[in-house]
């Protein structure tokens, strides 16, 4: 059973950063890419940023040139960075594994409110 835990969300100013991580186990990470989703109250949920098996990203409009996702592939870690956090940030982040059948983990929220 692949298991994907995320961490690292919280209480943040408007303009603050935050980092959440994503630990993977039973699956051979490196091989796989890796998203990070997000769902604020009352919408849908959305992709926010992926990182491919060789290390390639894309990003949301609403994120880019404030968002940085990374892989340890020795940690079995995907990692979001998230600078100039704005109010409409807030929601609750998910790391998903990008295979076919698609495994989520339980969520983090991120709450940006001053």
């Known amino acids: 059973q692949v298991q994907l835990v995320e961490s690292g969300g919280g209480l943040v100013q408007p303009g603050g950063s935050l980092r959440l991580s994503c630990a993977a186990s039973r699956i051979i990470f490196s091989r796989n890419t890796m998203g990070w989703y997000r769902q604020a109250p009352g919408k849908q949920r959305e992709l926010v940023a992926l990182i491919t098996s060789g290390g390639s990203t894309n990003y949301a409009d609403s994120v880019k040139g404030r968002a940085t996702i990374s892989r340890d592939n020795a940690k079995n870690t995907v990692y979001l960075q998230m600078n100039s956090l704005k109010p409409e940030d807030t929601a609750v982040y998910y790391c998903?594994?990008?295979?076919?059948?698609?495994?989520w983990g339980q969520g983090t929220q991120v709450t940006v409110s001053s």
């Open positions: 998903k594994l990008m295979t076919p059948k698609g495994y």
